[in-house]
């Protein structure tokens, strides 16, 4: 029964994960299509989704807000299935909330019209989208180092490391890169590198985590 166990908690982990990421990137273009003004380039994601956009209402509540629960259940699952240690779980507890309930509120408290770049009188949601948007930055990067250096400690994982530093050193520096140029023709890409670099590390996650066993070591503090 253990083993029927571990096998479901892997397949779940596995299916989560990607689906998760399939629904996010899928929603991103199909609403970029019925937006026909819309530039992936120059416009942020949360803009495909704004007050003002066509099918606002069924892009979060049918696309980003259900990838933001599988990116939840995701990370709780992989927190089950690993060893034990704080770096790991203070990193997967970032997940959750930056990248799970992150999504979850930003597709319920949609921004103003446009996004309201300028930020002239917004309104109660515009203000906790932002808010959220940015604790989800700050956060994301740094939860995806501590996952890495606390893998250094499994066994036959040295390439999930690698990858796992490779894309927190990337978003991190693109995270940057965005804040200090919000009025960039070029915001939007910045925004997708950063995004498609969290992204890619679910996926990759996906595969990696279901396919690997892990006796569980409840000595490890990091």
Sequence with gaps: MLDIN???????VF??????????????VIAGLYYPTYNHFSQFISELYAVDAPNADLI???????SGILFIIF?????????KSRFK???????????GFGTIICAIYNCDAGCNPKFINPSFSQIIHNLMGMITYLI??????????????WKNSLQFSLVSFLIS??????????????????KGLIQRIIEGSILFWIAYG????SNKSYQQNTNQNS
């Design 6 to 12: 571990k096998i479901m908690v892997k397949q779940y």
């Design 75 to 83: 990370a709780v699952l992989v927190n089950k299935m690993t060893p």
């Design 140 to 153: 994301v990067p740094f939860s995806i180092l501590l996952i890495a250096i606390a893998s250094t400690k």
């Design 89 to 99: 779980s203070m990193g997967l507890l970032g997940i959750i909330v930056g990248y």
């Design 15 to 28: 299916w989560t994960g990607i689906l998760g990421v399939f629904l996010f990137v899928f929603t991103t």
């Design 60 to 66: 979060r509540f049918f696309g980003f807000l259900p």
């Design 169 to 186: 050193a990337i978003s991190f520096a693109f995270v940057v890169v965005l804040n200090l140029n919000l009025d960039s023709p070029y």
């Design 206 to 209: 996906s595969f990696y985590f």
